[in-house]
């Protein structure tokens, strides 16, 4: 990989915001959530997250997520396990949903570490999702339409996440938050999409990228690449 390419991916490594998501509740077109994947990209953010029970989560969402390969897509099977494993991490979760006690979407701290929860295409979020929700928030609208497309929707919401957020300098990070073995996949495939192809279909193990971007192997994993097979 040449220095300009490695330099512009550290620089994006060094932007994810680790603690701003979105999770996508039964959201099953998958141009909706190609679309939502790559706003999350182009915002900073480094993982979403998905609900859809049965067999269909995996190949619905391994296929729409590789439109965006800069973004992982953590997959739950239930809503409950989603919320939980994101309250964990501490972050306060926000349902897309126009109820009484719902606040404009502008006027909550987005530099708090955050999840917006979006709902199903025809049926929105799910009741249960709304009891675990910490807050409901609507973009308002005056015109005749009630509702905007789902991946509309959660762009509006991520760029006032990001915009909160670069005014208070969240963007301005010189080195990645991201845990290492992250950063080292995202330069491997980033930088080397062939080889990573390659080696992910030999299951072979990733090599470490060097901080002039270049990969650093064993003589044997390069013989391990070039067998035939």
Same mark, same amino acid.
């Given at each position: 990989?040449? #220095?300009?390419?490695?330099?512009?991916?550290? &620089?994006? #490594?060094? /932007?994810?915001?680790?603690?701003?998501?979105?999770?996508?509740? =039964?959201?099953?077109?998958?141009?909706?959530?190609?679309?939502?994947?790559?706003?999350? %990209?182009?915002?900073?953010?480094?993982?979403?997250?998905?609900?859809?029970?049965?067999? /269909? #989560?995996?190949?619905?969402?391994?296929?729409?997520?590789?439109?965006?390969?800069?973004?992982?897509?953590? *997959?739950?099977?239930?809503?409950?396990?989603?919320?939980?494993?994101?309250?964990?991490?501490?972050? =306060?979760?926000?349902?897309?949903?126009?109820? %009484?006690?719902?606040?404009?979407?502008?006027?909550?701290?987005?530099?708090?570490? *955050?999840?917006?929860?979006?709902?199903?295409?025809? *049926?929105?979020?799910? $009741? &249960?999702?709304? %009891? #675990?929700?910490?807050?409901?928030?609507?973009?308002?609208?005056?015109?005749?339409?009630?509702?905007?497309?789902?991946?509309?929707?959660?762009?509006?919401?991520?760029?006032?996440?990001?915009?909160? /957020?670069?005014?208070?300098?969240?963007? =301005?990070?010189?080195?990645?938050?991201?845990?290492?073995?992250?950063? $080292?996949?995202?330069?491997? &495939?980033?930088?080397?999409?062939?080889?990573?192809?390659?080696?992910? /279909?030999?299951?072979?193990?990733?090599?470490?990228?060097?901080?002039?971007?270049?990969?650093?192997?064993?003589?044997?994993?390069?013989?391990?690449?070039?067998?035939?097979?």
């Amino acid at each position: 990989m040449n #220095l300009q390419r490695h330099a512009r991916i550290r &620089e994006m #490594l060094a /932007r994810r915001q680790t603690d701003l998501t979105v999770c996508m509740e =039964q959201v099953h077109k998958p141009h909706n959530v190609s679309a939502i994947i790559r706003t999350a %990209d182009a915002v900073g953010v480094h993982e979403v997250h998905a609900i859809w029970p049965g067999n /269909r #989560l995996r190949t619905m969402y391994s296929s729409a997520a590789g439109s965006n390969s800069w973004v992982q897509v953590k *997959t739950h099977p239930t809503i409950d396990d989603a919320v939980v494993h994101l309250k964990q991490q501490g972050m =306060q979760i926000l349902a897309t949903h126009l109820s %009484d006690s719902a606040v404009d979407f502008r006027e909550i701290d987005y530099t708090r570490p *955050t999840c917006i929860l979006m709902g199903q295409e025809k *049926t929105g979020i799910t $009741q &249960e999702a709304l %009891d #675990l929700a910490d807050c409901d928030i609507i973009i308002p609208m005056i015109g005749m339409v009630q509702s905007l497309n789902v991946s509309v929707a959660s762009a509006l919401i991520l760029y006032e996440a990001q915009r909160q /957020r670069q005014n208070a300098g969240m963007y =301005q990070r010189h080195n990645s938050m991201l845990p290492d073995a992250d950063q $080292q996949r995202l330069l491997f &495939e980033g930088g080397f999409p062939v080889l990573a192809k390659v080696a992910k /279909r030999k299951g072979l193990p990733y090599p470490h990228i060097t901080d002039s971007g270049e990969i650093d192997a064993e003589p044997g994993w390069w013989a391990a690449m070039q067998a035939a097979g």
